[in-house]
């Protein structure tokens, strides 16, 4: 293992990448504690340090920011509106038919692509700017404190000032995502995923720390044990597929002979990643959203219904706050996988190549065949990605975490799957320039 460090460091060509990306992570990680104009840096300080989160999705949103979303920086939306502008794109392929073309036409298609969601993060680095301007200006950004410094959290608050707020963190948004597809271009591993590694993992000593606080130090290796066990578990999970075996048959293309080779279509255990737990988050949002737009006056008392909805599902450690965001996730798990792989377009492919399932005919047979196997394989999937996710919410009531515990839901998903294809692409550069990589 230390040899194969060594030889990273004496290659000068992935030494440069390595550096690069480690320079443009420490310039990511600078500018999410610089402040946004007219935000009271002392005030959102000493609401932090009175141990008070965000709730909901700003928790969240906070997560994958690394904390900057707390603070109003200038990089407070982190990565997140790209996410969503990832995920709406996607999405679209299934309703407009123009964005399945461009998706058809290759590199030309996806450049355009690429465009449309750099438009569409721009608008909704805006859009949520806006809206967490709002909030950290009515005071309930850190909840229902009362404190002073968390209600005062602007030092200005004329229409100029936030306007003024809300370019500088749309500008921010912009910023992190051309620093992200400059990872991509010059330095190592996908840029988007290493912020996002970059972000949740600046939370870890911070969450660990604070169980050691509140439970002692036997509660705190407890918790060490336990996660590097989940860890395991995780990357276990995240590398088992399902390899569904495929022939082609040989054929003739002038005097050339081509195919006549055995391949296999891998279907992995986990094929919707993360975006199952942000769609089910995102969902659970709206109860509290409608809790606080229902709030009685003062001297009156809230209705059944809102007080019901606070009771079970605004509160993470609530069993039916619980049992509806496993649901939910098993749900969003097998709509996703629906969407992301289509069946009948892979048997249509291997049909017009010569590709075929052994004992199964070509063409329709063979997408009722791959259907019938990804149902089955996503049941296991969607449990684990649903066993992953409630790991915070329990820990909620069990360790005094707060719901970004790090060994657990989106934290620990993200962490190992771009920390595996991170691995991945510098063992195969090494292998390349010296034919032993950095796995065995």
Known sequence: MFSAIARIFRTPDLRRKIGFTLGVIVLYRLGSFVPAPFVDFENVQTCLQQNQGASGLYELVNLFSGGALLQ???????????ITASIITQLLRVVIPHFETL??????????????????????????????????????LFGASGTAECTQLLTD????????IVITMTAGTGLIMWLGELITERGVGNGMSLLIFTSIAATFPAALWGIQEARGFNTFLMVIAVGIVIMAAVVFVEQSQRRVPVQYAKRMVGRRTYGGHNTYIPIKVNMAGVVPVIFASSLLFLPSLLVQFNQPAAGEESAAWVTWVSNNLVSGDSPLYMLVFFLLI????????????????????????????PGIRAGRPTAEYLDYVLTRV??????????????????????????????????????????????KQIDSQLQQRHYEGLLR
Do not use: C
């Open 378 to 423: 996503t049941l296991p999937g969607s449990l684990y990605l649903g066993i992953i996710a409630l790991i915070p919410l329990v820990a909620l009531a069990t360790v005094s975490a707060n719901q970004n515990f790090p060994f657990g839901g989106a934290s620990i998903l993200i962490i190992v799957g771009v920390g595996l294809e991170t691995v």
């Open 103 to 140: 998706h058809k036409e290759g590199q030309s298609g996806q450049a355009k692509l690429t465009q449309y969601t750099r438009y569409l993060t721009i608008f909704l680095g805006v859009l949520q700017s806006t809206t967490l301007i709002t909030v950290a200006r009515s005071g309930q």
């Open 330 to 357: 098993i749900g969003f798990t097998y709509f996703y996988v629906a969407i992301t792989f289509n069946p009948e377009e892979v048997a249509d492919n291997m049909k017009r190549y010569g590709g075929f399932i």
């Open 157 to 164: 608050d004329s229409w100029y000032s936030l306007l003024l």
């Open 72 to 82: 109003l920086s200038i990089f407070a939306l982190g990565i997140m509106p790209y």
